[in-house]
Structures are given as C-alpha cells and as structure tokens.
C-alpha cells in the first residue's frame, strides 16, 4: 500500500539555523499539508499547497517558514531561522482530491538546542 | 474558525471492555470526522471516518456516530484488547481540501 514518506526521522539543529523538512507524498495524491505536534499536545495545522502554491495557512506559518515542491515527487518545509520553540513533529500529509482521506508521513522530530 | 473539544484526555478500561470517546465541533459547515489512532512515536493512522449524511458508521470493533444538531459525534471501541492501547484523535473539516482540525487526543490505557 502506497505510504507517505518523510526524511529525516529526527533532525537536531542549533537556534538561528535554516532546516529543511523533506517529504513524498503518494504518487496520485493532489492535496498537500504540513502539521506539527508539540510533545504531548495536538496535531496543529500548518500550511496547505495544491496546484503548486499554498491554499491556506495558518496563523504559525509566519514569514520564517517556507514550502516548495521542486519536483514531481518532493515536497518539502523550510524553516529559516530556527526557535528553541519550533522544536515538535512534523508531519507531511496527502489526499487524492476532493473529500478523500488524508494520509500522513511518519514524521520528523525537530529538536532544536 | 473550527474548534473541536475532546474528552476525556485519558481513559482506562479493563480488557474486553467498551471505550467510548467524544467530541464536539463548533463549525456547522463541517462535514468530515476521521478517527486517528497515533502510536507512541507514530504517524496518526485513520482507523474511521464519517461524512454528515450518515448518522452512525460501523467497522468490526469500532464505531463512530455523528449528532448534527448538537454538533457532537463520538468513537465507540468494543471488546478492548491491550493493542488498543493508543492516543485517538477525533478531528473536523470543512467541505472541500481545507485542513483537518483536531481536538486535544484522548490517552486509552487498556489494561490486561
């Protein structure tokens, strides 16, 4: 069965560095998000992309945060300027089209020191 | 915007047990419910969805059904096994693509 898939599983970066969060999703899917947990708390949405710009995004997708799909299959997260305080999982998701499932990827623990 | 509460935040049950979850949205456009189930560590795996023209959703040992009117709906777990053992998390969506919004997860302990 066809999954989403993320890398790296877990990133350690200092405050002030750039990261980039890398994900593909399934091959047919249309539909792409970014969501992040905090240890212990909810899943909270990030940011939307279809059609190669953003759809929607939320009020924690400020100007430090980026995404891009430079390719066919990747789609990715950028965060240029890292905070002790984005430190969580991430989470890259996918569905096919209007009203389907959404898949998500395994995640990326972010720990930033 | 959505918001969805969920309770309780945690839950034990003895094995062979029924849990029931709940959870209520604010945001009457919604139309969408998926149960995620998350490991420890793990990806949010969908394990039951319902859409807001059906009532009531079936699947083995889990259910979920939906009150429109009062804007809740709730995971039903039958005959509780130890691998059931998980954070759940209900969530709500507005037609279309937009994001799924979630409530805060409920920690189901089943013990043996």
């Known amino acids: 069965e066809p999954e989403v898939t993320q890398t790296p599983s877990h990133q350690v970066t200092q405050m002030g560095q750039e990261v980039i969060l890398r994900c593909v999703p399934i091959?047919?899917?249309?539909?792409f998000y970014w969501y992040r947990q905090i240890l212990g708390q909810k899943v909270e949405f990030l940011v939307s992309?279809?059609?190669?710009?953003?759809?929607?995004k939320s009020e924690i997708f400020d100007d430090q945060f980026s995404v891009e799909r430079p390719d066919g299959s990747n789609f990715t997260l950028k965060i240029r300027s890292t905070k002790l305080e984005d430190s969580a999982m991430y989470f890259c998701a996918s569905n096919a089209g209007v009203g389907y499932e959404q898949y998500f990827g395994p995640g990326t623990r972010l720990t930033v020191t | 915007g959505e918001n969805v509460e969920q309770h309780p935040s945690t839950l034990s049950v003895q094995e062979g047990d029924s849990a029931v979850i709940k959870c209520t949205y604010s945001?009457?456009?919604?139309?969408?419910f998926p149960w995620y189930k998350q490991e420890l560590g793990k990806r949010p795996q969908l394990i039951i969805d319902?859409?807001?023209?059906?009532g009531e959703k079936k699947d083995q040992r889990i259910a979920v059904t939906l009150n429109k009117t009062a804007k809740h709906f709730s995971l039903h777990i039958t005959e509780t096994q130890p691998e059931d053992s998980a954070v759940y998390f209900c969530?709500?969506?507005?037609?279309?693509?937009?994001?799924?919004?979630f409530g805060k997860g409920t920690r189901l302990s089943v013990i043996a």
């Open positions: 969530a709500a969506r507005v037609a279309g693509n937009t994001p799924l919004v």
């Open positions: 992309f279809y059609n190669n710009e953003i759809s929607e």
């Open positions: 945001d009457s456009a919604s139309n969408y």
């Open positions: 091959s047919n899917h249309l539909y």
């Open positions: 319902i859409r807001s023209n059906v």
